[in-house]
């Protein structure tokens, strides 16, 4: 069983950034793909960013340009860099990872919340 752990939410202002770490207990090469996705009450989780082991990384819409996902080889962490921040980006950020073979495991961490208010 693959573990998760998010850390780095708070409070921050509208055009400040944020840095959220997600520590994976295996190697992050053992997982197909590291995402980090964003719910808010009443609403469904989506995808804010991916990241395949290969193939380019992906980004919604919304945060295209002002969020970076990143794999740290040294930390064995998965990051999502926020910048420009905005209050819509408010929510609970989850880390999750998906191994496709033998078959399709998804993992998920305990989220961490993420306030963008002045």
């Known amino acids: 069983q693959v573990q998760l752990v998010e850390s780095g939410g708070g409070l921050v202002q509208p055009g400040g950034s944020l840095r959220l770490s997600c520590a994976v207990s295996?190697?992050?090469?053992?997982?197909?793909?590291l995402a980090w996705y964003r719910q808010v009450p009443g609403s469904q989780r989506e995808l804010v960013a991916s990241s395949p082991r290969y193939g380019s990384r992906r980004y919604s819409d919304s945060v295209q340009g002002r969020f970076t996902i990143s794999r740290n080889i040294a930390k064995n962490t998965v990051d999502l860099q926020m910048n420009s921040l905005k209050p819509e980006d408010t929510g609970i950020y989850y880390c999750?990872?998906?191994?496709?073979?033998?078959?399709?495991?998804?993992?998920w961490g305990q989220g961490t919340q993420v306030t963008v208010s002045s």
């Open positions: 295996e190697s992050i090469f053992s997982l197909d793909i």
């Open positions: 999750n990872g998906e191994r496709m073979s033998p078959s399709t495991l998804s993992y």
